[in-house]
C-alpha cells in the first residue's frame, strides 16, 4: 500500500505532463516586469546619468584639447567605454573611464600601477593620447578612428563590433 506523500507525489507528476490550456499558459507567463517604466522613472534615470558626464567633462575637454581630438568623440568614447563610471573594469583588463589595458598605457609612457589607471585624469590623460594617435591612423574619421581605438592601431578592416561601437559612438557624439 502506498503512502498518502507518494499518492501526492504521483499525482504532482502527473499534473506537470498534463497539457497546458492557452489561456492559463499566457496567464502563467505574464511578467510585471514586461510593464514599460512609469515616465516619472524614465524621468528620474535620465536625470541620474547627466550630473556623471559632466563630473569628468573638464578632464575629458582638457586632454581632448591638448590632443586635437573633439570634445564629442571624447565623451562619446567615454560614455561607450565606461559610462563615465571610473571603477569599470573590463574582461580583458581594460581600466577605468576609458577603458586603457596597463600594457597600452606603458607603452604610452605611463611608469605607474594598473590602480593608478582607475584615477579619472590619469585615465582619461593616456586614453586620449591613445585615442588621438588612433584618429591620426584612421584618417580622421569618426570609423576609422573607433576601429583603431577599440581593435588596436594595427586593424585594418572593420568588423562588426567595431561597426557597431561607431554607431554607438555616432548617436551618442549627437548629445554632447
Known amino acids: 500500500m502506498k503512502t498518502k506523500d507518494a499518492k501526492d507525489v504521483k499525482k504532482a507528476e502527473v499534473a506537470k505532463k498534463?497539457?497546458?490550456k492557452k489561456a492559463e499558459k499566457k496567464k502563467a507567463t505574464t511578467k510585471a516586469k514586461y510593464l514599460p517604466k512609469p515616465k516619472a522613472a524614465k524621468k528620474s534615470a535620465k536625470k541620474?546619468?547627466?550630473p556623471?558626464?559632466?563630473?569628468?567633462s573638464s578632464i575629458i575637454n582638457h586632454y581632448a584639447s591638448t590632443y586635437g581630438v573633439s570634445s564629442a568623440l571624447?565623451?562619446?568614447v567615454v560614455r561607450h567605454e565606461s559610462n563615465f563610471r571610473?571603477?569599470?573594469r573590463g574582461s580583458a583588463g581594460e581600466i577605468g573611464l576609458m577603458q586603457?589595458?596597463?600594457s597600452t598605457a606603458r607603452g604610452l609612457g605611463y611608469t605607474g600601477s594598473a590602480k593608478g589607471l582607475?584615477?579619472?585624469s590619469t585615465n582619461v590623460q593616456y586614453g586620449m593620447k591613445y585615442l588621438a594617435q588612433a584618429q591620426k591612423l584612421g584618417g580622421g574619421s569618426v570609423c576609422g578612428t573607433i576601429l583603431k581605438y577599440n581593435a588596436g592601431h594595427g586593424a585594418k578592416r572593420m568588423n562588426p563590433i567595431s561597426a557597431k561601437y561607431c554607431s554607438n559612438v555616432q548617436a551618442y557624439m549627437r548629445s554632447f
Open 100 to 102: 586603457i589595458k596597463l
Open 118 to 120: 582607475y584615477e579619472p
Open 48 to 50: 541620474q546619468s547627466k
Open 74 to 76: 571624447a565623451h562619446a
Open 86 to 88: 571610473p571603477e569599470v
Open 18 to 20: 498534463a497539457p497546458v
Open 52 to 56: 556623471t558626464s559632466t563630473r569628468y
